[in-house]
């Protein structure tokens, strides 16, 4: 060690690099960067709210589909479908179990449809929200609906007493 006296520099660092960092940081290449990063990044967000707004319609479209399915074109087949569903037509000793099965599916769907369209009626009045929710909700709704669908086709194929509604719920 040398002796250094009071407020004498120890070392003398070379300011040029960090002179030129400085110069390249507030330069116009650096403004450029940073607007083509703005720029990239509102595109993605255009590009989320698309994406968003086009997965919001198909649920919808989702919904729509299995509630007609359901309450229009099956609805006929029950007494009382919205509440306590009673399969009004005659099946054969092999479809008691399938028909059981038909009655409780079509109570479930009551409960799950209504919760669908809630979801779907509070995502619409805030398009921007997180969609997963009810993104859920529509898988869960249309699988069920498809099960129901399918169950209720092999019972009307099973039984000549709603022989006029196979088209229709096939």
């Known amino acids: 060690g040398d002796i250094v006296p009071a407020g004498a520099p120890l070392e003398k660092l070379d300011a040029t ?14 403004v450029k960067d940073v607007a083509v990063a703005e720029a990239s990044l509102a595109n993605a967000r255009a590009d989320a709210t698309a994406a968003n707004s086009a997965l919001l319609d198909a649920l919808n479209d989702g919904y729509f589909r299995a509630d007609d399915a359901v309450r229009r074109e ?40 209504t919760k669908l369209k809630s979801g779907l009626d509070a995502a619409n009045a805030t398009p921007s929200e997180d969609l997963s929710a009810v993104d859920a909700l529509a898988r869960d709704a249309l699988g069920k609906t498809s099960t129901y669908l399918q169950n209720l086709a092999t019972i009307a194929n099973d039984s000549p007493s709603i022989s006029s509604y196979k088209g229709t719920i096939s």
């Open 17 to 30: 690099q960090l002179e030129l960092s400085l110069n390249k940081l507030l330069s116009h290449t650096a």
């Open 74 to 113: 099956t609805d006929t087949l029950f007494v009382n479908p919205r509440t306590i569903p009673t399969f009004n037509y005659q099946v054969g000793a092999n479809s008691s179990a399938l028909k059981n099965t038909i009655e409780t599916e079509r109570q479930g769907l009551e409960d799950v449809l």
